[in-house]
């Protein structure tokens, strides 16, 4: 694989970052108001109308090769499209997002141990050495600079709803190595937002029947605009530029690029908040861009 291919799956993985970074702030926003189930359909039933209209033909085409693959892509549209949102709406209804955002630190390294595990992937110590470092970075930013209050973060249960959406993802980021081989990314990602929206629907309609029906009557325009970002960053856009730049990098140095998210979090709060950039903001950037170089590092 030349270096060029190799930088583009990087740059991908990174752009899929800046989407998620922007899914923090306003699921956060979002989540107070929003049951979770409803916030997720809201999300990926018009990104699957849009996948659906822009890329029906090729997807038609494919189905016969896609077939003997729908048990895994039904289990990534579970995890990746499902559980991971969902779980980390519903955590951050009571948690706060610095405690969601440090259990997403945790992922990288969580990949390099379930990929030993299921896949006997051998850890290379660099590859440990730059997560880890990846993982003070955001330590750093999460803290503001401060390791110490690491030890006033207090468990409750929305911090086991951040803890399951985390482990959902570091689960989607080694199963995705198992994706059908041959097939488009626009036809992938079609095909699994597709059953994952099935799979939603019945959810969907309970929770809109009990308790959203009201609740989506009376938000905001500012609230929808909210959710348009939802569908067409987060969701289409992010998705699609990580499911590439996973298949080019891989799941055990692509996930170390998850730590992106939490920096690019912070820094719109910073642009959208007005909060000032401050030398914690500089270290922790440093610290999370060199282990990412380190897990890149080849050699």
């Known amino acids: 694989m030349s270096r060029a291919s ?3 799956g990087y740059l991908s993985l990174i752009i899929a970052t ?18 979770p189930i409803t916030l997720t359909y809201l999300r990926w039933l018009p990104a699957f109308l849009i996948l659906a209209i822009l890329f ?27 559980l991971f949102p969902a779980t980390l709406y519903q955590g951050l209804k009571t948690t706060t997002a610095l405690n969601a955002s440090l259990y997403l630190a945790v992922v990288p390294v969580l990949v390099l141990f379930l990929n030993r595990l299921a896949f006997k992937e051998k850890i ?9 470092i990846s993982l003070v970075g955001v330590f750093w930013l999460l803290t503001q600079g401060d390791m110490f209050r690491l ?15 985390t482990v959902s993802w570091a689960v989607y980021c080694c199963v995705i190595r198992l ?10 990602l079609t095909t699994l937002v597709g059953l ?11 929770e809109l029947f009990t308790e959203s029906a009201n609740i989506l009557a009376n938000l905001t325009a500012l609230q929808w605009s909210g959710v348009g970002y939802l569908v067409i960053g987060p969701s289409i856009l992010s ?37 000032p950039v401050q030398s914690f903001h500089i270290i922790s950037a440093i610290l999370i861009t060199v282990g990412v170089l380190i897990c890149s590092y080849k050699k």
């Open 6 to 8: 190799v930088k583009l």
């Open 18 to 35: 800046l989407f998620w970074g922007g899914n923090f702030v306003l699921g956060k926003v979002l989540s107070t108001t929003v049951p």
């Open 56 to 82: 029906y033909r090729p997807t038609l085409r494919a189905i016969n090769q896609l077939k003997p693959a729908l048990g895994i892509m039904w289990v990534l549209g579970l995890l990746g499209v499902i």
């Open 124 to 132: 290379r110590p660099i590859i440990l050495t730059g997560a880890i």
């Open 151 to 165: 030890a006033h973060i207090s468990v409750n249960q929305g911090d086991l709803w951040a803890i399951a959406s």
């Open 179 to 188: 994706r059908p081989i041959g097939i488009s990314n626009t036809v992938f």
């Open 196 to 206: 994952a929206v099935i799979t939603l629907t019945p959810f969907f309609i309970y």
């Open 239 to 275: 998705y699609a530029f990580w499911n590439f730049g996973i298949a080019i990098v891989g799941s055990a140095k692509g996930s170390v690029m998850t730590n992106f998210t939490p920096l690019f979090a912070a820094l719109f709060s910073i642009l959208l908040l007005n909060e």
